[in-house]
């Protein structure tokens, strides 16, 4: 049977040879590179990942800033152009994962970052990805996504595989939040200015929200502590190794108490 996920594909693999064609999907990825710089201490040790990578616009403009980027995308063709980037440029520490971000089986607590650029308005449900992703990060560690303000339906010709006109930034960082995401906060990264579907040019918000993986919840999903129903620990199996994520994790929670 045909998923959302073929539609979405179908459209992004008949683009991925002309994507990095256009200047202003360019100037729009160093824009939310920049954005990312400016809201999250980035760190050579950094492990990170892109989902719906595309052709790695964003994923090879971090990569100067952090240690690794893992490249997730579900269109093999955006995947073969990347593939191509990456061995014109001689890069070895970016590697690429063809998947469903939704379904796929992550890896836990690898990463210290996961980003994403102009990939949630391709999510049905936006909230399910988001709880999927949480134990995928270290303790500590950050989320950052851009997408549209919410618009009023023109910035896609195309409707193939739109499930959202923009968002409301309170909405996603309502969602990171309940998806068990702390510090929420959003900001302007970019804005585009390009005619419509119906032909009158218009200028469309594009925004950075962040959020960081600081709950207990994430220790428990990683199964080194156990939670009561109330969210206190009733059991806590740390070895030394495990320490300084326990420490990361309780240290927001100390500097509120005190
Ligand atoms: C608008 S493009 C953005 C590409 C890239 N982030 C950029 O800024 O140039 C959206 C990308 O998300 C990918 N995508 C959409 N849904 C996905 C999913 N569920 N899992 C993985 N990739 C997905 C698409 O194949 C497409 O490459």
Not at 73 to 100: F, H, I, P, Q, W
Not at 130 to 144: D, V
Not at 208 to 234: F, I, P
Not at 238 to 246: G, H, V, Y
Request: charged share 25%.
């Amino acid at each position: 049977m045909k998923t959302n996920l073929d539609d979405t594909c179908t459209r992004f693999d008949d683009k991925a040879a002309e994507w990095d064609a256009n200047p202003a999907r360019v100037a729009l990825a160093r824009a939310v590179v920049e954005a990312i710089r400016t809201a999250v201490p980035l760190r050579p040790d950094m492990a990170a990942m892109d989902f719906g990578a595309g052709t790695g616009l964003v994923s090879l403009g971090l990569l100067p800033d952090v240690g690794e980027v893992t490249a997730v995308e579900a269109s093999g063709e955006m995947l073969r152009v990347l593939g191509e980037k990456v061995k014109a440029l001689g890069v070895s520490n970016l590697r690429t994962l063809k998947c469903d971000v939704g379904e796929a089986a992550l890896p836990r607590g690898c990463f210290d970052l996961i980003v994403s650029s102009m990939v949630l308005h391709h999510l049905p449900d936006v909230p399910l990805v988001l709880r999927h992703l949480l134990p995928a990060l270290r303790p500590g560690g950050w989320i950052a996504l851009a997408d549209l303000d919410s618009e009023d339906g023109t910035f896609h010709a195309d409707p193939t595989g739109i499930f959202h006109h923009g968002f409301e930034r309170a909405t996603v960082c309502r969602w990171l939040e309940e998806s068990g995401f702390a510090d929420a906060s959003s900001r302007e990264a970019y804005r585009i200015t390009r005619p419509g579907a119906d032909g009158v040019m218009r200028t469309y918000p594009v925004f950075l929200v962040t959020a960081r993986a600081l709950q207990l919840k994430v220790l428990a999903d990683q199964g080194l502590v156990a939670t009561c129903k109330e969210g206190t620990v009733k059991r806590c199996s740390i070895r030394n190794k495990d320490f300084l994520k326990l420490f990361t994790c309780l240290h927001r929670h100390l500097t509120e108490v005190l």
